[in-house]
């Protein structure tokens, strides 16, 4: 049977085709850039203070409000207290004797940055504030549902009709989320969002990989989809910039989803996804039009009716041995690749959005350093690009996750009056980490075996999930003390980077088939 790519190799490398496929597919990945990190300004946390009822001002830090609340001191700054105000109210002469309660009547929030959060909109403040984590948490969530069900239904019902559903549905559902009144309902559906929006990330990965060939897909792979996704990071600052409300803050970012629906007309199904499921006819009209566009005649037949018989018997074959996720811990090397997977992945994922998440607790300006982290992505992503190519794949991950780590131990030691090297230490770090991230799919990729490839990477990807689910809590640790997450990401990369040195080196290597083909750990294979 001859390879997919060979029958279709007639339409050439780089012509028109390729070419409105690589831009479009690369163009949807945008809004994915910013509907996750949107919470990044729609669920800051504004100066407060509570609200005393007695006196007429309702502005942040109003007349009488200083000699009405106790201070506290937050990362090192006096301020007045967030949660507490005296007991008796009325007296402006309060003493820091008095006793004190809680924030009964409210809170009054500073305008100064935003005119609405989601925080200023249901108070997710003081016993409450633990919400807004969790918000950004039940995203990420949904995140890992739908990395588990966008291959399952991808498979079952086609490539683009789920391309195009899910766009659908982060789409749609981000612009209900606008009109939500209570925090359970904006809950609910930034899980459907989250939910959404990796289902379509991954289903225009893959209708990419399907559509075009080898030397294309490489290029698509780890610049289109990627370096679309950090233009859509980018433009998150600047829209949230000039719009401060967090309701019309998500209608503009919702929008232009619909913008996306002529491509309906100019990207068709996976042909190989159509031949897997016997409708020649429809996937050879594909590639005949594609030819037409590329200015080729195609040959007479395409696709011989018994090479798609001898894939979907291939395919019925194959549920005569089914393998289960147990096989990815059947034998010693596959066990430890797993094991050591699932942690990497995980600790990458946490460092990667802890930093993004991180943002507003940085010095400095939260837009303008919004911009620098969007900016990391590209240097990061670039960087990829290049260095993989002639490195190792071992000194590759292991160095950028290792530098990561180690600009976030720095940060520590500067000075509180340096704010801008930490800010910079961070974005260095930032920078090496989306690298990684970006470039652990091609190695997780060629470390594992054909028959259980896409059950490990899901295992992985899912793990990976967890991580970001926690990065939401580490970044909370931000407003209480800002070098503290830094810390925990700066450990935690530095043991990171020493596992991924445990890793096989499989640069220039042909990808393992069955799991008696996998390469034990490095430091197994120095011993023999």
Not at 174 to 180: D, E, K, N, R, Y
Not at 249 to 255: E, F, I, K, M, Q
């Amino acid at each position: 049977m001859r390879d997919f790519d060979e029958d279709t190799a007639f339409l050439g490398d780089w012509g028109p085709y390729q070419k409105l496929i690589f831009i479009l597919l690369g163009l949807s990945s945008i809004p994915n850039g910013y509907v996750g990190m949107a919470m990044v300004f729609m669920a800051d946390i504004p100066p407060h203070h509570c609200r005393l009822p007695f006196l007429n001002s309702s502005s942040y830090g109003g007349p009488g409000y200083n000699l009405s609340l106790p201070t506290e001191e937050v990362r090192g700054e006096v301020i007045l207290s967030r949660c507490r105000r005296y007991a008796e109210q009325g007296a402006l002469d309060a003493g820091s004797n008095q006793s004190s309660e809680r924030c009964l009547d409210g809170w009054v929030f500073s305008k100064e940055r935003y005119v609405s959060t989601i925080v200023t909109e249901w108070d997710l403040v003081c016993d409450d504030e633990w919400k807004t984590p969790f918000t950004v948490t039940l995203f990420f969530f949904g995140v890992l549902m739908g990395s588990f069900l966008s291959g399952i239904i991808s498979d079952r019902y086609g490539r683009k009709c789920i391309f195009f559903a899910t766009m659908a549905v982060q789409t749609v559902f981000s612009l209900i989320q606008a009109a939500s009144n209570s925090w359970e309902m904006f809950c609910v559906f930034y899980f459907i969002v989250g939910l959404g929006q990796i289902a379509n990330y991954c289903a225009a990965f893959v209708l990419g990989c399907e559509l075009l060939n080898k030397s294309c897909r490489v290029s698509f792979a780890t610049l289109g989809v990627s370096l679309s996704y950090a233009f859509g990071y980018l433009c998150l600052p600047v829209f949230a910039y000039f719009i401060r409300d967090w309701r019309m803050l998500r209608v503009a970012l919702s929008a232009p989803g619909f913008l996306y629906i002529p491509m309906w007309w100019f990207i068709p199904e996976s042909p190989l996804w159509l031949l897997s499921q016997g409708r020649v006819e429809e996937a050879e009209a594909i590639i005949r039009a594609a030819a037409k566009k590329n200015g080729i005649t195609p040959p007479d037949v395409i696709f011989k009716r018994d090479d798609t018989a001898q894939l979907m018997e291939k395919d019925d074959g194959d549920d005569q041995k089914k393998y289960t996720w147990l096989d990815l811990i059947r034998t010693t090397n596959i066990r430890n690749i797993t094991i050591l997977n699932v942690i990497i992945w995980s600790i990458i994922s946490l460092t990667y959005y802890g930093l993004s998440l991180n943002t507003p607790n940085m010095d400095g300006d939260p837009y303008l350093n919004c911009v620098f982290a969007a900016g990391t992505e590209f240097a990061g992503y670039t960087m990829m690009y290049f260095v993989g190519r002639y490195v190792s794949r071992r000194l590759t991950l292991s160095s950028c996750i290792f530098f990561c780590g180690i600009m976030l131990l720095l940060i520590k030691i500067v000075p509180a009056e340096l704010g801008a090297l930490s800010v910079t230490l961070a974005m260095f770090g930032k920078m090496s980490m989306t690298g990684a991230f970006a470039f652990v799919y091609l190695y997780g990729t060629e470390l594992l075996p054909t028959v259980v490839r896409n059950m490990g990477l899901g295992m992985t990807t899912m793990a990976s999930r967890v991580g970001s689910m926690l990065s939401a809590q580490i970044a909370y640790i931000g407003t209480y003390n800002k070098v503290l997450p830094y810390i925990l990401m700066g450990c935690m990369s530095i043991i990171c980077g020493v596992l991924s040195l445990l890793l096989p080196e499989t640069k220039d290597e042909a990808l393992p088939e069955h799991i008696s083909q996998v390469k034990p750990l490095h430091c197994v294979t120095e011993k023999s």
